[in-house]
């Protein structure tokens, strides 16, 4: 199995606080949050790793080269123009060609989780993505994700107040799903795919209460 980071953006928000890096490059306890989320997947069993990259991406490929001094086997995609988070992974696809299935990680969060429990939900529920969820008591500034008793997705909501679920960032994907991407070379996973995958029913929120800490903003 193979992990997707999704490395590319533009980090506008945290410009105060770092510069001249992207947003994945910034220091956490000495070292890259993006060290952090590759030795994390490399616990989980998963050395064949594929960085998305765009902004500022040749700083990433200088200091994690090939991923051979983490243990790693790191491959690049690179964006020549900014895809969005959908576009990013059809650009990464041409590495995962012989997979049936592949974990696609948000380059901005981390979450401590049962990775083998995780792989065993999405298998049993036939799942054309499962989205792990973590329960926030304020979604002031996230999206909610609502599901059924069969730990269904049936709804995404923006900017709910509150408590809720919201998508962790660590999504396992069934290569079926490429299947019903847009037919274009720029769009999002969060609003012109998830959503509509709802219609299939086969789009599973695997809800965790591991550690999950979000990197978007300069309070986080």
Same mark, same amino acid.
């Given at each position: ?84 988070? #959908?576009?990013? *992974?059809? !650009? /990464?696809?041409?590495?995962?060609? @012989?997979? $049936?299935? =592949? ?58 107040? #509150?408590?809720? *679920?919201? !998508? /962790?960032?660590?999504?396992?994907? @069934?290569? $079926?799903? =490429? ?42």
């Amino acid at each position: 199995m193979k992990a997707v980071i999704l490395a590319g953006g533009l980090g506008t928000r945290l410009r105060p606080v770092i510069s001249g890096i992207p947003k994945p490059m910034a220091e956490v306890l000495g070292k890259p949050f993006l060290a952090w989320q590759i030795e994390q997947l490399k616990k989980f069993g998963i050395p064949d790793i594929i960085i998305s990259i765009g902004h500022l991406g040749d700083k990433i490929k200088l200091y994690f080269r090939n991923g051979e001094k983490l243990g790693t086997r790191i491959k690049y995609a690179e964006e020549r123009q900014p895809l969005g988070t #959908g576009g990013a *992974l059809r !650009n /990464a696809s041409r590495y995962l060609i @012989s997979e $049936e299935k =592949f974990l696609v990680v948000s380059g901005d969060t981390y979450l401590d989780l049962d990775f083998s429990d995780f792989l065993r939900f999405h298998d049993e529920k036939n799942s054309l993505i499962t989205m792990a969820l973590a329960r926030r008591e304020r979604l002031s500034k996230s999206g909610c994700v609502e599901i059924n008793k069969e730990n269904r997705i049936v709804k995404f909501v923006e900017k709910e107040k #509150g408590a809720g *679920l919201i !998508n /962790a960032g660590y999504l396992i994907f @069934s290569s $079926e799903v =490429f299947d019903y991407m847009p037919k274009k070379d720029k769009f999002s996973l969060e609003y012109d795919l998830y959503p509509k995958l709802v219609k299939t029913m086969r789009i599973f929120g695997y809800v965790t209460s591991g550690y999950f800490r979000d990197l978007g903003n300069p309070e986080d």
